[in-house]
């Protein structure tokens, strides 16, 4: 089932348990804790290869199927799908976090934004003067 995608709930649910005896489980028996992360290694992998082909970009061999008097006509083309750059923020938050990514507060990695206030009064310059 991992090897199909399933996750710890999903097992839980098809063998009419918690997810916490899921968890109880692999704590308890090694070969049950390693059936469940080498099935979920292949399915981690194809996404991680999906995500980073998303986030550069990539292209493929299609075919488009038009009609021409009523027949069928193929045409092959090479399909360009550009880089995601929200694909590209998750790939770099997850592989280079201290870098990438953004704390609680929203801003950077450990980084500080720092606001200057100043009063504005329309019309006059800097000095106090009225403008004319």
């Given at each position: 089932?991992?090897?199909?995608?399933a996750t710890d709930y999903d097992l839980a649910q098809a063998l009419d348990v918690n997810t916490s005896t899921i968890w109880r489980w692999q704590s308890e028996h090694d070969a049950f804790c390693n059936a469940v992360r080498l099935g979920k290694e292949e399915p981690d992998r194809r996404v991680e290869r999906s995500l980073y082909q998303r986030a550069v970009g990539y292209t493929y061999n299609a075919t488009k199927v038009m009609q021409y008097e009523g027949a069928p006509v193929y045409a092959d083309y090479v399909e360009h799908?550009?880089?995601?750059p929200g694909a590209a923020m998750n790939w770099l938050a997850n592989r280079k976090p201290d870098d990438w990514r953004k704390?609680?507060?929203g801003d950077g990695?450990?980084?500080t934004i720092t606001v200057q206030v100043v009063k504005f009064s329309p019309g006059k310059t800097e000095?106090?003067?009225a403008k004319r």
């Open positions: 089932m991992c090897e199909l995608g799908v550009p880089p995601d704390n609680a507060d990695a450990g980084g000095n106090g003067k």
